[in-house]
């Protein structure tokens, strides 16, 4: 049985998560910051791709002490599992999510991944092999759920994102949609990737709950399950 995966993410109101040069940009406030870092503490992993890796240097720890605390009284790490979806390997070795915070590491590589690159990353984080030539996003979760893994929280970008999506991975869907418009038919959006061609395709998600927050709203989907 896979764990139950949940994408959280912030956007702006034109649905755009970063700016057409792909940089950090701060989109929530405070007050979203304390609910990410709630649902954060409550999940067993946290799942991002290397692109994100690469461009904002997360560590994704729980930032609250009364959070890790808890955590801590639970028998928990302090800080959930940090899962980087890697297919070749290229995650630095200096990377914050690898130096940073209590709790497992894993990077998840392809098969094609230089051997020489699994290696340095063997040193500092469990290495798992899910996939030929690109990561095989079914194949991780079930190694994850093998490992005792059942709530799991995808924080980005959008090409992972959607890759959870188009593979029907996806349980929960939560957003924050921020009062700010960034434009840009570059800028990258929360599911990027090819994209669906036929109605029949697309997700159906429930009628979300919905919470003023920060000036925006936060928007939590529930994905309709269809046979």
């Known amino acids: 049985m896979r764990p139950y995966v949940t994408v959280n993410l912030a956007m702006s109101a034109d649905g755009k998560i970063s700016t057409r040069e792909h940089r950090q940009v701060r989109i929530s406030g405070p007050r979203d910051f304390g609910r990410v870092d709630i649902l954060k503490a409550g999940q067993d992993a946290i799942v991002v791709g290397i692109g994100t890796v690469l461009a904002d240097n997360p560590s994704l720890t729980v930032k609250s002490p009364a959070l890790r605390e808890d955590r801590r009284r639970a028998g928990k790490d302090e800080d959930p599992v940090r899962v980087v979806v890697d297919s070749q390997a290229r995650t630095?070795?200096?990377?914050?999510?690898?130096?940073?915070?209590?709790?497992?590491?894993?990077?998840?590589?392809?098969?094609?991944?230089?051997?020489?690159?699994?290696?340095?990353?063997?040193?500092?984080?469990?290495?798992?092999?899910?996939?030929?030539d690109r990561v095989d996003l079914v194949r991780l979760l079930?190694?994850?759920?093998?490992?005792?893994?059942?709530?799991?929280?995808v924080e980005g970008g959008g090409t992972l994102i959607w890759g959870f999506f188009s593979r029907g991975l996806v349980d929960e869907f939560c957003t924050f949609v921020g009062p700010v418009i960034i434009g840009g038919r570059d800028a990258?959006?929360?599911?990027?990737?090819?994209?669906?061609?036929?109605?029949?395709?697309?997700?159906p998600l429930e009628p979300p709950a919905v919470t003023e927050c920060d000036g925006g709203v936060i928007l939590r989907w529930k994905v309709r399950k269809t046979n």
């Open 92 to 132: 630095p070795p200096e990377a914050d999510i690898l130096r940073k915070g209590s709790g497992e590491r894993i990077i998840a590589v392809s098969e094609s991944a230089p051997g020489e690159r699994v290696g340095l990353l063997a040193d500092r984080a469990t290495v798992l092999t899910a996939g030929k």
């Open 188 to 203: 990258p959006t929360p599911a990027d990737g090819e994209g669906f061609v036929k109605e029949g395709d697309f997700i």
């Open 142 to 153: 079930r190694l994850l759920g093998e490992r005792g893994i059942r709530k799991v929280m």
